[in-house]
């Protein structure tokens, strides 16, 4: 199932502690941002990306987009103060190319860059079918609501799920998710949230625990932990 992936990549990585966007950190040598956009360069499924992006950083992405043989880009809107503005920015590109309302559009971070190929397909053919459907693992811990450091409520694990992206959906929906939250001024943590609120069904695919966002200097170091182990 052919989609159209959009990542949002104007961060400050402020949680790196890095000095400069995480995303130009390496990992085994490579930046975190080549090794997410190679997994999208690399699938046959996966028919363009658009990438939010930081004005100042866009001369120093586009070098590494080159150097690193990186063709499928078809946009680079500037990104916004907030991740969920930037994703906009990505939406509004995806349109104003002229972009179908029901083709399959993907958001992923692009500070993950450990997604597996099943996954992607699972969610573009899920997308295709129910209009959206992100990437969630079953959590392992209990989870607690919480509240001035007292416990309120503990959900029934087996219902809690944790989500990761990519999150996919039929572009017309995601383009109304988003211009709603905007006329609200609300600001959702996922692109889930956003749909939820149109009252539009959400599916939820089985991602691995692997796909993990690189936030911290842990994330780092358990990243590189992992390339060792797929080289060997
Ligand atoms: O900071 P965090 O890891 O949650 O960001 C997730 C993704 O959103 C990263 O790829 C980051 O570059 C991107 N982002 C963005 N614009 C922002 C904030 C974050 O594109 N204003």
């Given at each position: 199932m052919e989609y159209t992936v959009m990542l949002p990549a104007a961060g400050s990585g402020r949680r790196m502690g890095?000095?400069?966007?995480?995303?130009?950190?390496?990992l085994a040598e490579k930046p975190i941002l080549v090794r997410t956009l190679s997994v999208f360069q690399q699938?046959?499924?996966?028919?363009g990306i658009i990438l939010a992006v930081r004005p100042d950083e866009r001369d120093r992405i586009r070098g590494m987009l080159e150097c690193h043989g990186i063709t499928k880009i078809t946009a680079m809107p500037d990104g916004g103060g907030e991740r969920q503005d930037s994703v906009r920015a990505c939406v509004r590109a995806f349109g104003a190319a002229g972009?179908?309302?029901d083709a399959v559009v993907m958001v992923h971070d692009?500070?993950?860059?450990?997604?597996?190929r099943r996954v992607i397909r699972e969610l573009a053919e899920t997308a295709a079918g129910h209009g959206a459907a992100i990437a969630a693992v079953p959590s392992k811990d209990t989870v607690k609501q919480v509240t001035d450091g007292v416990v309120e409520a503990t959900p029934d694990r087996s219902t809690v799920w944790l989500v990761q992206t990519p999150q996919a959906f039929r572009a017309g929906l995601l383009a109304e998710a988003e211009e709603k939250a905007f006329a609200d001024g609300f600001l959702g943590t996922d692109e889930s949230m956003l749909v939820e609120r149109l009252g539009h069904p959400v599916r939820v695919v089985e991602s691995t625990?692997?796909?993990?966002?690189?936030?911290?200097k842990v994330d780092l170091a358990i990243g590189e932990a992992l390339l060792k182990r797929q080289e060997e």
């Amino acid at each position: 199932m052919e989609y159209t992936v959009m990542l949002p990549a104007a961060g400050s990585g402020r949680r790196m502690g890095a000095g400069e966007n995480k995303l130009f950190l390496p990992l085994a040598e490579k930046p975190i941002l080549v090794r997410t956009l190679s997994v999208f360069q690399q699938d046959p499924d996966c028919a363009g990306i658009i990438l939010a992006v930081r004005p100042d950083e866009r001369d120093r992405i586009r070098g590494m987009l080159e150097c690193h043989g990186i063709t499928k880009i078809t946009a680079m809107p500037d990104g916004g103060g907030e991740r969920q503005d930037s994703v906009r920015a990505c939406v509004r590109a995806f349109g104003a190319a002229g972009g179908a309302d029901d083709a399959v559009v993907m958001v992923h971070d692009a500070a993950r860059p450990f997604l597996s190929r099943r996954v992607i397909r699972e969610l573009a053919e899920t997308a295709a079918g129910h209009g959206a459907a992100i990437a969630a693992v079953p959590s392992k811990d209990t989870v607690k609501q919480v509240t001035d450091g007292v416990v309120e409520a503990t959900p029934d694990r087996s219902t809690v799920w944790l989500v990761q992206t990519p999150q996919a959906f039929r572009a017309g929906l995601l383009a109304e998710a988003e211009e709603k939250a905007f006329a609200d001024g609300f600001l959702g943590t996922d692109e889930s949230m956003l749909v939820e609120r149109l009252g539009h069904p959400v599916r939820v695919v089985e991602s691995t625990y692997d796909n993990l966002k690189m936030t911290t200097k842990v994330d780092l170091a358990i990243g590189e932990a992992l390339l060792k182990r797929q080289e060997e």
